[in-house]
């Protein structure tokens, strides 16, 4: 089969996204070389620079197809507000658990890429402004009267948690969280919140 081909059915761009994306959650972005990914996406310098042109377009398609998966996952959650953000505090309490959990990719792509002007920063805002926006529209239905701030710092809070799942003991993140997310929406909205 010519490196070309799509294997089992699978895009070559979509194999090449796979193979950068487990290798750069494990590795690192900056560790992991282009001839790396063509190797595992069992493919050629040709094809992948096809499909992007620089290694730095690799990582933002990345990025984006992180965000895309995690949005799709946001399309289910609850529409009871309160159920909803708890379920978010959950997911990210149960992804801080499972082996092999490296932080969050977003957290880890912008410590590599500093530049806030770089193109792999602008896909890191634009998933945060998206998860921002998400957070802040939920506690609105609250009624909180300053949604932002709550949204920023319940945020904040999972970045810590994202963190700190990866480098304490990450057993306890999702109680953590939950606990300090209740804490948080009991200062911004203390009639919508119970228990």
């Known amino acids: 089969m010519a490196p070309d081909t799509p294997a089992n ?3 070559v761009r979509e194999r090449l996204l796979d193979a950068a994306g487990s290798l750069f959650y494990r ?8 001839d790396k990914i063509i190797a595992a996406a069992g493919t050629t310098k040709v094809t992948f620079y096809r499909h992007f042109p ?15 998966r995690i949005r799709d996952a946001a ?8 159920e909803a953000l708890t379920a978010l505090a959950s997911a990210m309490g149960e ?5 092999g959990f490296r932080g969050c990719p977003f957290i880890n792509a912008a410590a590599e ?15 945060r402004t998206w998860f921002h926006a998400l957070v802040a529209g939920l506690v609105a239905r609250l009624g ?14 999972r ?9 304490s003991e990450p057993d306890s993140v999702g109680i953590s969280l939950l606990q300090a997310g209740r804490a948080v929406l009991r200062f911004h909205a203390p009639a919508a919140v119970t228990g």
């Open 144 to 157: 909180a009267p300053d949604p932002e701030a709550a949204a920023s710092q319940l945020v904040m809070l």
């Open 75 to 82: 399309g289910a959650l609850p529409d009871d507000p309160c």
């Open 27 to 34: 590795e690192g972005i900056r560790a992991v070389s282009a």
């Open 9 to 11: 059915g699978r895009p």
């Open 95 to 99: 992804e801080a658990c499972r082996p």
């Open 113 to 127: 890429y500093p530049d806030p002007g770089h193109p792999v920063r602008a896909a890191i805002d634009r998933h």
């Open 159 to 167: 970045d810590g948690a994202m963190v700190h799942g990866y480098v």
């Open 54 to 68: 620089t290694k730095d377009d690799l990582v933002a398609a990345y990025l984006e197809e992180q965000s895309r």
